[in-house]
């Protein structure tokens, strides 16, 4: 079977030159409507659609700035994991502990389990630890998602303090078969393979896809640990991950949709050692996850109503050493929605329970939780709109406050072509303790709940005149985040304490300018981002970080694009810069370091179906960083993709 793979692989690496396409995130919101039937005029989309169920709470999102990332953006990195496709465009930081090893995604300075990750109201994350690993989550799998910055409890539950990432998979409701089939080759060992296929009767749509990915990751780097800087091969990095997902769609003239879906993944892993444990192999250690996910759905819509019913299964699974952590997540929900004239009122109810299997927790370990929210928005007519809402979270395990939002935008009469828009919103948000940070060793139900209260306020801009077009938005907030979780030495070991106050102030901007000159399509990209998160409250008063910057979050951050498109081709270069930040010690300080990309892609109709080729030079200039203090990054690297769409 290997040698059938690998005659396969070197017959279309003959035919073709690959690589990975740039992404580009769209930072207009898109509508509520499922598009069923649609052509593309320049950039004009005519849609014929019907609503099936109730609108997107992201509608209620009137005065923050959610990221709606269409199916074509998606498209064109679909090799990557989440957490490549985010800091390729977005300024929020990725704490990477090497290339494909772990990575946590940080929102305005909050820690990871702060940023809810979702793929159609079904968490990511892994209820004993309360986060997701953003390299374990495949692009591929998914058709859209939307990024929504800041506070947002009272929209998608506990967790979402600094942000939420809602991942996405829908019919395309196409009669006929409709797929891709996806291979990608590059440096250190990198393979990557997928397959979908999709068939639509009409009522009736399924959608079949699997991957498989692996690396071996054996990059040189300077080891900064030892005399000279002598230059080694990383050892012990690679891994291996594939996975599938099937799905379902039915639709009905009564009943409505209905949905079914089913997602495995499988992720084996060497743990990328530090740089100073590089040649001890008795250091070197492994790790293995598998996740099941399985959900199910129902929606329809009236006139006036709309409604949704769902439930779902997860089992997580880790293998590490003797160390084994898995729980099972069981999830029900249901939600409604009244529309009469400018005004939309939607509610729902969940419930949930959760049963870990892990060797440091006691066998009685369970938990149970129950919430209700309520969403209410006014969209006026010319210039004001307006929403609120409130969510209420039961949990056997702790107590949660109530999370409320406050949400108003207006938009300032401009003569055309200008438009602009003020915004601003109010949220309290909150989040559970995980079951590692309660259970993990020990018995720590003397934790809090962390709760924020986040206030933030901006503008956005757009001008449009013949082939030119300019969008802006600015954004400054101000968060306190009261009880923040956080794992401190012990005497011989760690325990989990509340640190009563953190606060976190900033400012993010973005902008986007288009041109079309003739058959040419130039786009300039920008986004940048200023963190100040710091320690107002500490355990002990004679902290030393009092008032100092948290550890591994960088005061600035940015990335810009550059990208022109004429014909079969289309060529981009892309900047990213990370700035200075502290590791665990505060007078410890990690460089800044500046990282260059560039792409070409070429694309081929063949009647209704299309072969992609693109190839791709990352860290052009082959810089020397870590991320994370000890641990290597790999300098210049290439990738090349073919991909056939049908």
């Known amino acids: 079977m290997k040698t059938k793979f690998s005659l396969f692989a070197v017959?279309?690496?003959?035919?073709?030159?690959?690589?990975?396409?740039?992404?580009?995130?769209?930072?207009?919101?898109?509508?509520?409507?499922?598009?069923?039937?649609e052509s593309r005029l320049d950039s004009v989309t005519v849609s014929a659609y019907k609503?099936?169920?109730?609108?997107?709470?992201?509608?209620?999102?009137?005065?923050?700035?959610?990221?709606?990332?269409?199916?074509?953006?998606?498209?064109?990195?679909?090799?990557?994991?989440?957490?490549?496709?985010?800091?390729?465009?977005?300024?929020?930081?990725?704490?990477?502990?090497?290339?494909?090893?772990?990575?946590?995604?940080?929102?305005?300075?909050?820690?990871?389990?702060?940023?809810?990750?979702?793929?159609?109201?079904?968490?990511?994350?892994?209820?004993?630890?309360?986060?997701?690993?953003?390299?374990?989550?495949?692009?591929?799998?998914?058709?859209?998602?939307?990024?929504?910055?800041?506070?947002?409890?009272?929209?998608?539950?506990?967790?979402?303090?600094?942000?939420?990432?809602?991942?996405?998979?829908?019919?395309?409701?196409?009669?006929?078969?409709?797929?891709?089939?996806?291979?990608?080759?590059?440096?250190?060992?990198?393979?990557?393979?997928?397959?979908?296929?999709?068939?639509?009767?009409g009522k009736l749509e399924t959608r079949s896809s699997l991957?498989?990915?692996?690396?071996?990751?054996?990059?040189?780097?300077?080891?900064?640990?030892?005399?000279?800087?002598?230059?080694?091969?990383?050892?012990?990095?690679?891994?291996?991950?594939?996975?599938?997902?099937?799905?379902?769609?039915?639709r009905t003239k009564r009943a409505g949709t209905f949905s079914l879906s089913l997602m495995y993944l499988d992720f084996s892993r060497e743990i990328q050692p530090s740089v100073s444990l590089n040649d001890r192999p008795e250091s070197y250690a492994s790790i293995y996850d598998k996740n099941f996910k399985a959900s199910a759905s129902l929606n329809g819509s009236g006139n006036t109503v709309s409604w949704n019913i769902a439930a779902s299964y997860a089992y997580d699974h880790e293998t590490y050493k003797e160390d084994i952590i898995a729980a099972h997540r069981i999830l029900s929900s249901a939600d409604a929605e009244f529309r009469k004239g400018q005004f939309t009122v939607k509610g729902g109810i969940s419930g949930e329970y959760i049963l870990p299997r892990v060797h440091s927790y006691a066998d009685s370990v369970s938990e149970k939780r129950a919430g209700a929210f309520l969403l209410a928005r006014f969209e006026g007519e010319k210039l004001f709109s307006a929403s609120a809402g409130l969510r209420y979270l039961y949990s056997s395990g702790n107590n949660i406050p109530l999370m409320p939002s406050l949400n108003a935008r207006l938009r300032i009469p401009l003569s055309s072509p200008h438009s602009l828009s003020v915004r601003a919103s109010f949220s309290g948000n909150a989040k559970v303790p995980s079951l590692n940070d309660r259970?993990?060793?020990?018995?720590?139900?003397?934790?809090?709940?962390?709760?924020?209260?986040?206030?933030?306020?901006?503008?956005?801009?757009?001008?449009?005149?013949?082939?030119?077009?300019?969008?802006?938005?600015?954004?400054?907030?101000?968060?306190?985040?009261?009880?923040?979780?956080?794992?401190?030495?012990?005497?011989?070991?760690?325990?989990?304490?509340?640190?009563?106050?953190?606060?976190?102030?900033?400012?993010?901007?973005?902008?986007?300018?288009?041109?079309?000159?003739?058959?040419?399509?130039?786009?300039?990209?920008?986004?940048?981002?200023?963190?100040?998160?710091?320690?107002?409250?500490?355990?002990?008063?004679?902290?030393?970080?009092?008032?100092?910057?948290?550890?591994?979050?960088?005061?600035?951050?940015?990335?810009?694009?550059?990208?022109?498109?004429?014909?079969?081709?289309?060529?981009?270069?892309?900047?990213?810069?990370?700035?200075?930040?502290?590791?665990?010690?505060?007078?410890?300080?990690?460089p800044s370091y500046l990282l260059t990309d560039a792409g070409v892609t070429f694309r081929q109709p063949f009647g209704e179906n299309e072969l992609v080729l693109s190839a791709t030079v990352k860290n052009i200039f082959n810089v020397s960083y870590q991320n994370v203090k000890f641990y290597a990054m790999p300098g210049t690297n290439g990738q090349l993709t073919v991909q056939f769409r049908f």
């Open 51 to 201: 609503r099936p169920g109730p609108v997107e709470n992201k509608k209620f999102a009137l005065g923050t700035n959610v990221i709606s990332v269409s199916r074509e953006a998606i498209a064109k990195m679909q090799s990557s994991t989440l957490a490549e496709f985010i800091k390729s465009e977005n300024a929020a930081y990725i704490k990477e502990y090497g290339k494909g090893m772990g990575a946590f995604i940080s929102v305005r300075g909050t820690s990871s389990s702060h940023t809810t990750i979702d793929w159609n109201g079904q968490s990511m994350s892994v209820p004993t630890m309360g986060q997701a690993d953003l390299s374990h989550v495949p692009v591929y799998f998914f058709d859209a998602m939307d990024i929504h910055i800041g506070g947002s409890s009272a929209l998608y539950g506990d967790g979402s303090i600094g942000g939420s990432i809602r991942l996405k998979t829908r019919p395309k409701w196409e009669k006929g078969s409709s797929g891709d089939i996806l291979l990608s080759g590059g440096s250190f060992g990198t393979l990557f393979t997928g397959a979908t296929y999709r068939y639509s009767a």
């Open 439 to 590: 259970y993990w060793g020990g018995n720590y139900v003397y934790l809090k709940s962390e709760s924020s209260f986040t206030a933030e306020g901006g503008a956005d801009y757009s001008w449009y005149r013949d082939g030119w077009s300019a969008s802006l938005f600015a954004t400054a907030y101000r968060s306190k985040v009261y009880d923040w979780i956080r794992w401190l030495p012990a005497g011989q070991v760690w325990r989990p304490r509340n640190i009563p106050e953190v606060l976190s102030r900033g400012a993010e901007a973005g902008a986007k300018i288009t041109v079309r000159a003739g058959t040419t399509d130039l786009s300039f990209t920008a986004n940048y981002a200023y963190t100040n998160i710091i320690t107002v409250e500490p355990l002990w008063s004679e902290d030393p970080a009092r008032g100092e910057q948290l550890a591994y979050q960088p005061r600035h951050s940015w990335r810009a694009m550059a990208k022109g498109e004429r014909g079969k081709f289309s060529v981009f270069a892309a900047m990213s810069y990370t700035g200075r930040r502290t590791t665990l010690d505060i007078y410890d300080v990690l």
């Open 211 to 250: 991957f498989y990915n692996r690396a071996t990751n054996d990059y040189t780097f300077k080891n900064n640990t030892k005399p000279g800087l002598p230059v080694e091969r990383l050892n012990n990095a690679a891994l291996s991950n594939l996975g599938f997902l099937q799905e379902l769609y039915a």
């Open 11 to 37: 017959f279309v690496c003959t035919l073709s030159v690959f690589g990975a396409g740039a992404n580009l995130f769209s930072q207009t919101r898109d509508t509520s409507k499922v598009v069923q039937k």
